[in-house]
């Protein structure tokens, strides 16, 4: 049996603000729709980087509202790898914080089962970047 079974897709993103605190509205609302079951934070982990460059990461189950995340909880399952905070790091600037997030899309959850109860599978899960979205809603207006 698959380990992915019962998961809906899940994804990977980072939020990053100029300023040493996430901005309290991200994680406000990502704890009211992982409340309203519509995700479920499967991972989490903040990183700072102060005005000198040095670099923190606080994980989730650290004290998190001095870096502006509160009210969240997360499955801590170690989604987010070393090569991927990586990446991460070295798009920080001096005095900005960043907020990794890895994230079932909850919502989906019966929409995956069903496609897999069907000996079927999800052969492509593209995000459509919003730049493209956007010109084709200002196309589509005219």
Do not use: K, N
């Amino acid at each position: 049996m698959s380990a992915t079974i019962g998961l809906g897709p899940v994804e990977f993103v980072a939020f990053t603000f100029p300023a040493a605190r996430a901005d309290a509205a991200l994680s406000e609302l990502l704890a009211r729709v992982a409340a309203g079951g519509l995700v479920t934070v499967l991972d989490l982990i903040v990183v700072a980087m102060d005005e000198h460059g040095v670099i923190t990461e606080r994980e989730i189950e650290d004290d998190l509202a001095q870096v502006g995340v509160t009210g969240l909880t997360a499955a801590d399952i170690d989604l987010v790898s070393d090569a991927d905070l990586e990446v991460v790091r070295a798009g920080l600037r001096p005095g900005c914080t960043a907020v990794v997030v890895v994230y079932e899309q909850t919502w989906a959850r019966e929409l995956a089962d069903r496609v897999r109860a069907a000996d079927g599978e999800v052969t492509l899960h593209v995000q459509v970047p919003r730049d493209a979205v956007e010109v084709a809603l200002a196309a589509a207006a005219d």
